[in-house]
């Protein structure tokens, strides 16, 4: 919790990602039937006060230091790792940024979680996600039997709580049932603050005005998963 509210995501979003994007609070968001997210959960407001309180309450040590690895090339992301850094310095949370290659990042996150640990990495950065989709793909992040290196649980969250309401999720079709089950759940992921919750992006498109009927997706690698519905005017 302390990391999130360090962070001016509001100032970010405007000043550097051009207010191309929205803070999120939870995993739960652009669900199928509903662009938004859940009501009711904590926004983090950016409050480095409240981040020192809370760290001062769990006896946290200044001197400390944490790792946070990265893929290093993407200038937006270098940039954004910098002011992280150095908001959360602000704070009393001493982070430095080590660069690996694809591989390694790989290995750490996946290939190292053995014997019911985590795999060899204190933060990371990740994005990505299905977007749009049901609810339910995010099973594989934070269920416990999702834990890497079977899963995609990297940070090996567990809660029974959230694995029971996730099956009670996907064993119904009552859509209003389904939208209060995990509604739930994310309320509890927003209180256990599973990831540091950042934003999601807009995807921008440019499109030549002849192409008619393009509908841009939520997701830029399926650009053309529409394109049969294309045509271009004369």
Same mark, same amino acid.
């Given at each position: 919790? #302390?990391?999130?509210?360090?962070?001016?995501?509001?100032?970010?979003?405007?000043?550097?990602?051009?207010?191309? #994007?929205?803070?999120?609070?939870?995993?739960?968001?652009?669900?199928?039937?509903?662009?938004?997210? +859940?009501?009711? *959960?904590?926004?983090?407001?950016?409050?480095?006060?409240? #981040?020192?309180?809370?760290?001062?309450?769990?006896?946290?040590?200044?001197?400390?230091?944490?790792?946070? @690895?990265?893929? +290093?090339?993407?200038?937006?992301?270098?940039?954004? =790792?910098?002011?992280?850094?150095?908001?959360?310095?602000?704070?009393?949370? $001493? %982070?430095?940024?080590?660069?690996?290659?694809?591989?390694?990042?790989?290995?750490? =996150?996946?290939?190292?979680?053995?014997?019911?640990?985590?795999?060899?990495?204190? *933060? %990371?950065?990740?994005?990505?996600? /299905?977007m749009g989709q049901d609810p339910n793909v995010t099973t594989k992040?934070i269920t416990t039997a999702a834990a890497t290196p079977v899963g995609?649980?990297?940070?090996?969250?567990?809660?029974?709580?959230?694995?029971?309401?996730?099956?009670?999720g996907r064993a119904t079709n009552d859509l209003a049932k389904r939208?209060?089950?995990?509604?739930?759940? #994310?309320?509890?992921?927003?209180?256990?603050?599973?990831?540091?919750?950042?934003?999601?992006?807009?995807?921008?498109?440019?499109?030549?005005?002849?192409?008619? $009927?393009?509908?841009?997706?939520?997701?830029?690698?399926?650009?053309?998963?529409?394109? @049969?519905?294309?045509? /271009?005017?004369?």
């Open positions: 919790q #302390a990391l999130i509210y360090a962070l001016d995501r509001e100032s970010i979003v405007k000043d550097i990602m051009l207010g191309q #994007a929205t803070i999120i609070n939870s995993c739960f968001f652009g669900w199928k039937w509903d662009n938004g997210e +859940p009501d009711g *959960l904590n926004p983090y407001a950016f409050s480095p006060d409240k #981040a020192k309180s809370l760290l001062s309450e769990a006896n946290w040590d200044p001197n400390t230091k944490i790792s946070s @690895h990265y893929i +290093p090339g993407d200038p937006l992301q270098d940039t954004l =790792l910098n002011i992280f850094v150095q908001q959360w310095k602000d704070v009393g949370i $001493n %982070v430095e940024l080590q660069s690996v290659d694809v591989p390694d990042y790989t290995n750490r =996150l996946v290939s190292a979680a053995k014997d019911g640990k985590t795999g060899d990495f204190q *933060l %990371v950065i990740g994005s990505g996600g /299905v992040y995609s649980n990297y940070n090996h969250y567990s809660n029974p709580q959230v694995d029971d309401l996730m099956v009670q939208k209060e089950i995990y509604t739930q759940i #994310a309320k509890i992921v927003n209180d256990d603050a599973v990831w540091v919750f950042l934003w999601r992006l807009n995807s921008i498109y440019g499109v030549n005005k002849r192409v008619q $009927n393009f509908k841009a997706p939520g997701h830029p690698g399926r650009v053309i998963s529409s394109a @049969h519905k294309w045509w /271009v005017a004369q």
